[in-house]
């Protein structure tokens, strides 16, 4: 079989292609053409994909491309159908059929790419690219099949005018109307006064009114789009109405024949439709909304954006079946489409609109982060270099941090088990092991026993510092020994007190100021030893005055612990 | 006809796909279908000649509407319709001719209860003949008796008014038929007729400049060469199809003296050169011509530094509409990636973090215009012209009549 793929360049920012996809990576033979790797869903996170090694045996060179788009368009042989014959649960093509042939070697079936150069080919297969295919096509990328070319045969003629803008005859524009370049005018539309359309492919019959601004949006048949509206990157289907200052945030798509009510402001990346989202939940989650009728917790912001159209609107009563709220939207119903899984991430990465620029500042100001972070050696990448198609590598991490959160998560879960029931012993025994699989020190141990220590302090309620301390102190009566067992050298009490640090400037501000109280506690229950809180206080000697807010307030004990250690010395030698 | 309408959908859809390539090729296949439909239509008996402009209207603007780029279309089928009026007058007038002129009668009452396509057409056709011939005081004078006596009908014999009327029934498409192969043979060999010349036109030790690649031009140099003419030939090389590379290496297979250069530089070069022959898409009824892009700039340097530029082109390239015409669309705008490549330009065109609104566009128009007045000479199949008398050339080849071909709107 022959793939046909195409050029095209992913972001570098959101590593996805300009249609909407993740980035593909292949690898191709530079001179068969013969494709040899295909991975669609690379966990971006762990930058790094699995080669197997015979490749390089049985071919001379191979090249690796994340710079090819996948064109969907397949050319294949009667061996092919066979194939379908014999496992006919492929339900990706390419994620279960593709992989599945290049991995297997009994069959030997080969795939072979072509690259196309001139010619065009793409699939819409999400909002993303039916934005950006359209937008190839009235850019004439895919000469001769444009908008002022009958190459199918039907419809009017549509002319390419002047400036650039494609209109199909009758097409009524009034003169102060300002329309911008590559933007498609559909038969017999009109086209009111001041109205500013761009980027924009209309359709037929459409009747666009005054003060209107249309930008980067697709407006199907007859639609009615009343004055001072503003459409901002939408989809809007047949036969909808739009009345008067109707504003539609960037990414909303509003399906067939709905009516959308005065002044109202449909929020970004929200799917107005008349017929009710199909429920993919479960029955507990459908009993959930059933029970709270009004204002459920998503649909907030629509309530209070209803209320500032000063509007008399009367929510629906909820049917259970109902995942979506039916709201009355002025004039007529609707339902509003949650975004379900994945959330506003997979909605912005497939949207018509282009990705917010407060979000496109995030990625960068994430990218450079990444890049200044040391980069670790893979040197936990498995030693058999065997292909692993499906799995996520969890070995050679690049980001030793991430590493240690994980690692204080389970600490932290075995902790809340130990809370339960479980004997010392046996918590002692699991956080070895979890010590061992994570590769990590004693100290971490110990650091990530002492933050779930505290943790746990901060559930029982308090509501003022004292109890808050009272708590704080019980916990580590009833967890000091299970500490002290990881509290063997100085260096691991070191870390603790570093941690606790942590824990009073990052987690739990409620700590800060009880730092040199808890401090001065835990060295009394000889948790810490003073050459510990010694030698940390040295340290801070020299660092920042930010660092040292802590130091500040131990100030007191650590001078004291100067001052007196003889005593305790000559106490102790006494003894 | 159920079958010449699948040859015409067949035709319409290659052009509305833009598979046909060159101006003589699609004028010649146009002439072809255009026939073909012709002789598949039935004639009735009266108004033949109606019938069969509507037919040919019919079917002319369809193609019309296939590609409105492709001027050769429309003037073939302006060409086609001409050629059934001039053929349906010329028949008329034998026709009164051989009938003699027998009566002068009460013309009202013969003219009612006949039938007779010729007497209608008598008084037409004698003022049409008027037109046909350039106008003299023979033909004024002609007219007037002619009208006059009209041959009545009745008088004549049953049979043989049967026999001429079948007869020119069949005659008016066999000469429309006959009329059309002239036309196809015509544009199948204006290269020849425009070669012959070329060796009046270039003398010795000339210096040539050309843009792209024309198949006329080509043909043009050929002869001109045959005839032991030495020159030499600057070629630009017409971006973004580059092919005056391929016109170099003809030129040179034949043993001619070849320069290349790049568009931009014609205007360095042009004062070298002695006369400049381009070919065109189409000329238009007020001598400006539609030509491949880049020929503007040629013309415009042509013009500063006072070198001839010579347009040879065949007569199916002559069109009757005015470029102010809405009808004409004077540029095609065809696929950029003539121009870039998409794959190094597609980080560009992401319209996901470039805020949607697209930063690069990529434009290529494949025409220029060049108005009349750039042009020095005109070298079509029928001799040389000035740009001042192409609109009389119009005038032959096409009737007023057909410069908006519409289907009519029967009542």
């Keep these: 079989m022959t793939m046909i793929i195409k050029q095209s360049k992913p972001s570098v920012l959101t590593h996805q292609t300009r249609l909407g996809d993740d980035e593909i990576f292949m690898a191709i033979d530079p001179e068969t053409k013969e494709l040899l790797y295909y991975e669609d869903k690379v966990d971006l996170s762990q930058r790094l994909i699995l080669l197997d090694k015979m490749l390089l045996v049985e071919n001379g060179a191979i090249s690796l491309h994340n710079d090819k788009q996948d064109c969907y368009v397949d050319i294949c042989s009667l061996g092919v159908l066979d194939l379908f014959v014999d496992n006919f649960d492929y339900q990706h093509l390419r994620r279960h059929f593709v992989k599945g042939l290049l991995v297997d070697d009994i069959m030997g079936c080969k795939i072979f790419t072509h690259e196309i150069q001139s010619s065009y080919a793409a699939r819409v297969d999400n909002f993303r690219s ?33 400036e650039g803008i494609y209109k199909a005859p009758d097409v009524v524009q009034s003169r102060s109307a300002h329309i911008d370049a590559f933007t498609v005018l559909g038969n017999a539309t009109t086209v009111g006064d001041n109205t500013k359309i761009s980027n924009s492919v209309i359709g037929q019959g459409c009747i666009i009114g005054h003060n209107v601004v249309i930008e980067g949006s697709y407006v199907w048949d007859n639609v009615t789009i009343e004055d001072g509206c503003k459409l901002s990157h939408a989809l809007i289907c047949d036969g909808v109405h739009l009345r008067e200052g109707v504003i539609l945030e960037p990414g909303v798509i509003i399906s067939f024949k709905v009516e959308v009510g005065q002044n109202i402001v449909v929020p970004t990346y929200s799917k107005v439709s008349l017929l009710p989202q199909p429920s993919k939940q479960d029955s507990d989650e459908e009993l959930e909304y059933a029970d709270t009728n009004t204002g459920a917790i998503e ?25 979506g709220k039916p709201e009355l939207q002025g004039s007529g119903p609707g339902y509003i489409w949650s975004s379900s899984e994945g959330g506003t991430e997979e909605e912005c990465r497939q949207s018509i609109a282009p990705i917010p620029a407060g979000k496109l500042l995030e990625l960068l100001q994430s990218k450079i982060y990444d890049n200044n972070a040391p980069d670790q050696d893979m040197i936990n990448t498995p030693a058999s270099g065997e292909l692993l198609p499906d799995s996520e590598s969890t070995f050679g991490d690049g980001d030793d941090d991430r590493e240690y959160v994980d690692f204080e998560k389970e600490v932290e879960a075995t902790f809340q088990r130990g809370l339960t029931g479980v004997e010392k012993e046996n918590v002692i025994l699991e956080i070895n092991s979890l010590r061992l699989s994570c590769n990590m020190e004693q100290a971490d141990c110990a650091g990530a026993l002492f933050h779930s220590i505290m943790k746990q302090a901060l559930v029982a309620p308090y509501s003022c510092k004292n109890e808050l301390y009272a708590n704080a102190i019980k916990e580590i009566i009833k967890w000091g020994d299970l500490l002290k067992h990881y509290l063997t050298t100085a260096d691991e009490e070191f870390e603790v007190i570093l941690k606790f640090e942590d824990i009073c400037l990052g987690t739990t501000r409620d700590f800060s100021p009880l730092f040199s109280n808890i401090l001065t506690f835990l060295y009394d229950k000889e948790i ?14 020299g660092a920042d005055e930010s660092d040292k807010i802590f130091t500040k307030q131990a100030e007191q004990f650590i001078k004291w612990l100067r001052e007196a250690p003889e005593e305790d010395e000559e106490d102790d030698a006494d003894d | 006809m159920p079958d010449i309408q699948a040859h015409v959908n067949d035709f319409v859809l290659k052009l509305k796909r833009r598979k046909i390539e060159g101006s003589q090729a699609t004028a010649r296949q146009t002439a072809e279908l255009l026939r073909a439909v012709v002789s598949h239509q039935r004639l009735p008996y009266t108004n033949q000649a109606l019938a069969l402009l509507d037919a040919v209207r019919d079917v002319g603007e369809q193609l019309i509407a296939a590609n409105p780029v492709e001027l050769a279309v429309g003037n073939i089928v302006r060409r086609v319709l001409h050629i059934i009026r001039e053929e349906d007058l010329t028949s008329v007038a034998s026709a009164v001719d051989g009938l003699g002129l027998s009566t002068n009668s009460d013309d009202d009452d013969n003219f009612e209860h006949d039938d007779h396509p010729i007497l209608s057409a008598a008084a037409v056709a004698a003022t049409a003949r008027s037109t046909l011939r350039a106008p003299s005081l023979q033909t004024l004078l002609e007219g007037l008796p002619e ?7 009745s008088s004549s014999g049953g049979d043989s008014e049967g026999k001429s009327k079948s007869a020119e029934r069949k005659k008016l498409k066999h000469d429309v038929i006959e009329a059309i192969n002239e036309l196809i043979q015509d544009i199948e060999t204006c290269h020849e007729q425009i070669s012959e010349q070329a060796v009046g036109l270039i003398h010795q030790n000339e210096v040539i400049l050309t843009l792209g690649r024309s198949k006329t031009v080509k043909e043009f140099l050929f002869a001109a060469n045959e005839k032991k003419r030495s020159f030499r030939v600057f070629i630009a090389e017409g971006a973004p199809r580059y092919q005056g590379h391929v016109l170099a290496k003809e030129l040179v297979a034949k043993g001619l003296q070849t320069t290349v250069i790049t568009d931009s530089a014609v205007f360095a070069m042009i004062s070298r050169v002695n006369m400049v022959i381009v070919g065109a898409h189409a000329i238009m009824a007020n001598g400006g011509v539609i030509a491949p892009v880049g020929i503007n700039m040629v013309a415009l340097a042509a013009q500063r530094h006072a070198v001839p530029f010579v347009v040879v082109a065949g007569t199916h390239k002559l069109c009757p509409l005015y470029p102010h015409n809405p009808e004409v669309l004077l540029n095609d705008l065809q696929c950029p990636s003539d121009l870039l490549d998409f794959g190094e330009f597609s980080d560009c065109m992401d319209f996901s973090t470039s805020g949607g609104s697209p930063l690069l566009h990529v434009v290529n128009p494949a025409f220029d215009f060049i108005p009349s007045k750039l042009v020095s000479l005109f070298v079509t199949d029928t001799g040389g012209h000035s740009p001042s008398y192409m609109y009389r050339l119009i005038a032959d ?15």
């Design chain 1, 528 to 541: 810490l030893s003073e050459k510990a809180i010694l030698s940390w206080a040295q340290e801070k000697e």
């Design chain 1, 299 to 323: 649909s907030t912001s629509m309530a209070t954006v209803m209320n500032t159209s000063k509007l008399d609107f009367t929510l629906g009563t909820l049917d259970a079946k109902i995942s």
């Design chain 2, 147 to 153: 009208s006059a006596s009209a041959p009545r009908p």
């Design chain 1, 130 to 162: 039916y934005d950006t295919i359209s937008k190839d096509i009235v850019q004439r990328w895919t000469y001769p099949f444009v908008p002022d070319v009958r190459y199918l045969g039907n419809g009017l003629q549509i002319k390419l005018d002047r």
């Design chain 2, 397 to 411: 080849y096409y009737s007023t009549d057909d410069f908006v071909v519409e289907r009519r709107i029967k009542s």
